[in-house]
């Protein structure tokens, strides 16, 4: 049974998502008066919930800038989130946008063709819905202002036209049916902006990703908590950012739900590995290009790890051929990641990112903790890594890139793409050269860290 879903539970829930979940995700730049990070911020939402909350990428509609007509919108409303749910599926509704006051004082959604009969989405359309779905877990988060200005042109603005709610206005999506709701801002509030995002979703995903607001430190975040750490932060960026300020209104969100339901228990840091003074020998019936191989990791490798990655195999590192296998890696530091894998027999793969995951990320947040593998196949079932002969010795090495480089991936033979190749320790080598080479580089240096696993296959 999946716990009762909120927001937050859509970052931070540690349910399995079913195929039949489904999120629709909009975001919009392009009106008269554009906005500058609405179109982003529904790519990071939908990429955060698949990688934060392992929802699956089959399930997700994401919809920006001329493909968000008021049409297009109503039909993934309808065709995806009533449509394609089950009682008890997910079904999660996310807007970045403008957003106004029609004229008989209802909240609405503009969608990008706003000019059109039908391009404004009144809350009530939205609510009911949502009503015909009471059994499914239902979140709506709406990054809009309905009471804004479209003259507030600059680094920042807000996302919002000519409108005005009553102080009483109800949350954008609040129907008969029980929900979770959070909008960016509260009634008399503009939703702002910072130069390229929504200063609410970013928040929102940041918690999301590094797990903040747990006021009390017992290891449980409930909704009422991550309320008071995105008001916080919310309002922390309206007090030092001048054009906010000056409109004296504030800036913090409106929540509807459970205030007190625990949608995160955070999970235990994995262990570091003891740090490595001398390698470790293996057994003396180990191959003698394992030993290389050894030697290559632990002189090249594990001297750099900066960003205190730390790599932990779920069942230890002593399993049986047939066992299904799952790797934690943990980071200090955000940055691209690539988890590869020296056999037994000497041969080098690439465990993460996956080739069976081609749209997956290989990003891990600062302070956390990934689970490799995470994503899905084609057909929506998830992907396990189970033990092949031979057995004996091998290890696993992490790399951690912090910097923006175009692909971590770049440093990796070509071959390894089609499966497993011989000689692990030249390639490694190859490797560590060419990283070695990139920290030197007076011109683009980049920040690198590695940190490596033993683990003996037994028969």
């Known amino acids: 049974m999946k716990h ?3 927001t937050a539970a859509i970052l931070l829930s540690a349910a399995t998502a079913q195929a039949e979940d489904r999120a629709l995700i909009i975001g919009i730049d392009s009106y008269s008066q554009p906005l500058n990070g609405a179109a982003n911020d529904a790519v990071r939402f939908a990429g955060t919930i698949t990688e934060v909350w392992d929802f699956p990428t089959q399930g997700i509609t994401t919809l920006t800038n001329a493909a968000a007509t008021s049409d297009a919108i109503m039909t993934a409303l309808i065709d995806e989130l009533v449509g394609k749910t089950s009682p008890g599926d997910r079904a999660i509704l996310y807007f970045a946008g403008n957003g106004t006051r029609l004229p008989d004082g209802q909240p609405a959604l503009i969608a990008h063709d706003a000019d059109a009969l039908l391009g404004k989405i009144p809350s009530d359309v939205i609510a009911d819905i949502l009503d015909l779905i009471p059994d499914r877990d239902v979140t709506v988060i709406i990054d809009a202002g309905f009471d804004g200005r479209a ?3 600059g680094s920042t603005l807000p996302r919002g036209v000519a409108g005005g709610l009553s102080a009483d206005a109800t949350a954008f999506g609040v129907g008969a049916a029980p929900r979770t709701i959070w909008n960016a801002a509260q009634a008399g509030q503009f939703a702002w902006e910072d130069i390229d995002r929504g200063v ?3 928040a929102l ?4 990703t590094l797990k903040d607001g747990d006021a009390n430190a017992d290891d449980n975040i409930t909704n009422a908590e991550l309320l008071d750490h995105l008001t916080a932060q919310t309002s922390l960026w309206c007090d030092t950012n001048p054009t906010c300020l000056a409109e004296g209104r504030g800036f913090s969100p409106t929540f509807a739900g459970p205030l007190d339901t625990t949608i995160l228990t955070k999970p235990a840091p994995v262990a570091a590995p003891a740090p490595v003074t001398d390698p470790i020998l293996p057994a003396s ?3 003698a290009t394992y030993q290389e191989t050894l030697g290559f990791v632990t002189d090249l490798f594990a001297p750099s790890n900066d960003a205190g990655l730390a790599l932990g195999m779920t069942n230890g590192p002593n ?3 047939g066992d299904i296998v799952a790797f934690k890696v943990s980071s200090d530091r955000p940055g691209q990641l690539v988890l590869l894998d020296v056999d037994p027999a000497g041969h080098l793969a690439q465990v993460f990112p996956s080739r069976l995951v081609p749209d997956g990320t290989t990003q891990i947040a ?3 903790t990934l689970t490799i593998p995470n994503g899905r196949s084609a057909n929506g079932k998830p992907i396990r890594l189970r033990v092949s002969e031979p057995a004996g010795q091998g290890l696993l090495l992490a790399v951690l890139v912090e ?9 990796l033979p070509a071959s390894i793409a089609n499966g497993a190749i011989p000689d692990a320790g030249q390639y490694l080598y190859a490797i560590s050269q060419d990283l070695l080479a990139r920290q030197a580089d007076p011109t683009n240096p980049i920040r690198w860290s590695a940190t490596y696993l033993p683990y003996q296959i037994q028969p």
Request: net charge negative; hydrophobic share 50%; no cysteine.
């Open 151 to 153: 003259d507030l042109i």
């Open 319 to 321: 399993p049986q051929v």
């Open 366 to 368: 600062a302070g956390a």
């Open 205 to 208: 995903t940041k918690a999301m």
């Open 200 to 202: 609410f979703t970013h």
């Open 403 to 411: 910097d923006d480089v175009a692909a971590l991936t770049d440093i």
């Open 4 to 6: 009762a879903i909120t």
């Open 285 to 287: 019936s180990a191959p």
